[in-house]
């Protein structure tokens, strides 16, 4: 633990860090209560998933291309941009009055203006340490993420069940507002500049590293979100064993995150922590019990955050610095669609084969994530005793002197 301990006394990393964490809540919470608050409006959770399914496309959406505005137009500009259109979405989706059409709008317009703290931060971390402590400094952020989807459905719950649910879109809406506000006071992110990308949207993607991460992350999440919704069903909605379920899951996450995250990361870091992942959920839909459930899950969550640290550092050892941000940006995109994929099959196949099936849906998903890792082992980076930074945008210039 003595690495994480020097990381945090580094200047300005236990600020930055936890600034983009709190900014960052609001992910964990406006699902939920963008859920609760249209089905309370519409008495449809079908209606209120159409809501959400178009927020989801428009972060989707949003993900490269507010990230590739950073490089443009500053980090600071962008982000504060974002922020304001975000939160006038929010204060439309708490206090409008609106048919379905609107509510669908407001959740497309909000989900495009979801602010680019995600790729911000981790285009700044090569910046604020060396070498041998960004591996380290990945895997922390990654583990310390998972308090974003412990808290931030908890709180949403507690205010949506015991105030209301325009409250807890507006508690979201003032985590986003001091969270933003104290990321956007960090001094990195005022003083990094993102050169601008020479190369044309999407080009990045050709970086075997990037699409790897990007397709593997895409299965990740939707392994996790299919989880998701299979506890729901095994335990009700209305049950707090779900919620003890996923807490324990997250935090197997964390764990396995600080322990492993010290590893060197050889080219078959990522389909080993893919197959962590989807033995825990294998085993865990053969006993529908409380306490086997949480021990596998405890098993599948120590490969999450481990995963989800070496997508981060292949990616960063890939790309041009320019390039980081755009290249998280599709990272991002596309855990979003994994996530809004992994829901939508896994309560299709609950319906089908109960909830049984949620878990066969999400092992799916791990073990595709698993063999795409493996069949696509050499576009893994081998980063064993090599730095993971960005490769700076310049370049020696070769000069001819003529004789005279």
Request: hydrophobic content about 55%; charged content about 10%.
């Amino acid at each position: 633990m003595k690495k994480y301990a020097d990381l945090l006394k580094t200047r300005g990393v236990a600020a930055i860090i936890s600034a983009q964490l709190t900014a960052r809540l609001p992910s964990g919470m406006l699902s939920l209560a963008y859920l609760l608050h249209i089905e309370h409006i519409f008495d449809s959770y079908g209606l209120a998933g159409l809501v959400l399914a178009a927020t989801s496309l428009g972060q989707a959406l949003a993900g490269p291309l507010t990230s590739r505005w950073m490089g443009y137009w500053a980090m600071r500009p962008v982000i504060s941009l974002t922020i304001a259109v975000s939160l006038i979405a929010m204060a439309g989706m708490a206090f409008g009055d609106f048919p379905l059409g609107g509510y669908i709008a407001i959740g497309f317009v909000g989900g495009l203006a979801t602010p680019p703290i995600q790729p911000a931060v981790r285009t700044i971390y090569p910046t604020m340490v060396n070498s041998k402590q960004l591996t380290p400094l990945f895997s922390l952020d990654a583990s310390a993420q998972e308090i974003i989807w412990i808290a931030g459905p908890v709180a949403t719950t507690f205010i949506a069940t015991q105030i209301s649910t325009t409250w807890a879109i507006m508690v979201a809406g003032m985590f986003l507002i001091g969270g933003g506000a104290w990321f956007l006071s960090c001094r990195e992110v005022g003083t990094v500049t993102i050169p601008p990308s020479r190369s044309k949207m999407g080009v990045v993607l050709k970086k075997p590293a990037v699409l790897l991460a990007t397709v593997v992350g895409f299965l990740l999440i939707g392994a996790a979100a299919a989880v998701e919704v299979a506890v729901v069903s095994v335990f009700g909605e209305q049950g707090a064993q779900a919620g003890y379920v996923l807490a324990i899951w997250a935090f197997g996450s964390i764990i396995g995150g600080l322990a492993l995250g010290g590893l060197p990361i050889g080219p078959w870091a990522l389909a080993t922590r893919m197959a962590v992942v989807f033995i825990g959920i294998a085993l865990a839909g053969l006993i529908l019990d409380f306490w086997w459930i949480s021990f596998a899950l405890l098993i599948a969550g120590a490969g999450i955050a481990p995963a989800l640290a070496v997508m981060f550092a292949i990616v960063s050892s890939s790309v041009k610095f320019s390039e980081t941000a755009e290249a998280y940006g599709w990272m991002g995109s596309g855990q979003l669609v994994g996530a809004a994929l992994g829901s939508a099959i896994a309560g299709f196949a609950i319906d089908g084969f109960g909830s049984l099936g949620g878990f066969l849906a999400a092992a799916c998903f791990a073990l595709l994530g698993a063999i795409v890792a493996s069949v696509f082992v050499k576009a893994h980076p081998d980063l064993r005793g090599k730095d993971p930074s960005p490769i700076p945008d310049t370049a020696p210039i070769v000069t001819i002197i003529s004789e005279p």
